[in-house]
């Protein structure tokens, strides 16, 4: 019976929940005589325990461990397989060290967010180069290690960086499909923008387009108030912004009941990193106003336009003004069946007949 343990330090509670238990229901149907044990931090554990995890995982809570200990606790475990979901480069280093002593594992290196990071900017310095993130992925791994991106287009991305004698690998970021039930687009189309209110991630510009065009669109936040959000805003939003994190129920309930999501996505950062509000517009079948990343421009590639993309997130608030309400009506079937078709490649159970955990070179 193979051994599969995954650990995922990187997150704590709600955060990533969808992502991880999606895994899980992959790996019990690729691997369905596998013993699998979930590691992670306590508030994570417990969230992904009542998310609906398939039958017979089971999960280990190791609280929030610094990244000292991180390579340790993984290497003690007993696994023929090891999955590390998200590898800043102050973990990866001391985890290439740990698996290189543990070659009896086959290791899967799981990218998230932090690969956004050196995109965005690397310092000159050759030797802080060579330690950050995008300096590890070019040198030599060892052989039972394995770099698993979430989109074919992030590897793509990666091709000029890593080590060409490196294994590497996708594994598409999963969802459970669960299409609105189509409907009319009222004459005032309703525009959600998911998640927290935080420059990063565009939040600026959903504002700027929620003060640009009231009356002619209803705006929402389904997400929570962060930073230096203004209460007076409120009064822009039929849905503001709540207090505390959303429930993971009432927030599909908000996103099933939108016209088009506002994902002002940063075209460099997005381009290295798989967004989930992105996988929540497929998941519900709601059209998206989008910017023009690697990853969104491979999607329209090969499914057709799932909604609008814009060349940068400053773009949207006059896109807006100039959209007319209408045509998202003429629109919205076209690009349903589009975000249909990316949701069912994206189904777990999909997935599982193809993706394989990484094998030790004999």
Known sequence: MPRIAVFDFEVSGLSHVPLNRDLLHVLTRAYPDAEITMHGEAAHIAALSNSGLPHGIRCKDHGTPPRSAQAAMVGEAEADHKLVLGCPADALAPLLSAAGRDLA????????????????????????????????????????????????????????????????????????????????????????FLGGTFPGKGFDHFLTAARDNQGRFAFSVIGARFGDYDETDDRLFVQPPSKTKLPREEFNTFVRASDLICLPLDPVRYSYAASGTLLDAAAFAVPVIATETAITLDWQRRYGPFGYLLERPEDIPAFLADLDPARVTEDRDSFRASLMAIAEDRRPDRIAETFRLHEIPR
């Open 105 to 192: 594992s086959a290791y899967d290196l799981f990218a998230h967010y932090e690969l956004a990071e050196p995109a965005r900017w690397r310092s000159r310095n050759p030797l802080a180069r060579r330690r950050d993130l995008f300096g590890l992925l070019g040198r030599r791994w060892p052989t039972n290690v394995r770099y698993t991106v979430l989109e074919p287009a992030v590897l793509d991305q990666l091709e000029r960086i890593l080590n060409p004698r490196n294994a590497r690998a996708v594994f598409p970021h999963p969802c459970q499909p669960d299409p609105a039930p189509s409907r009319a687009v009222p004459d005032t189309p309703s525009i959600a």
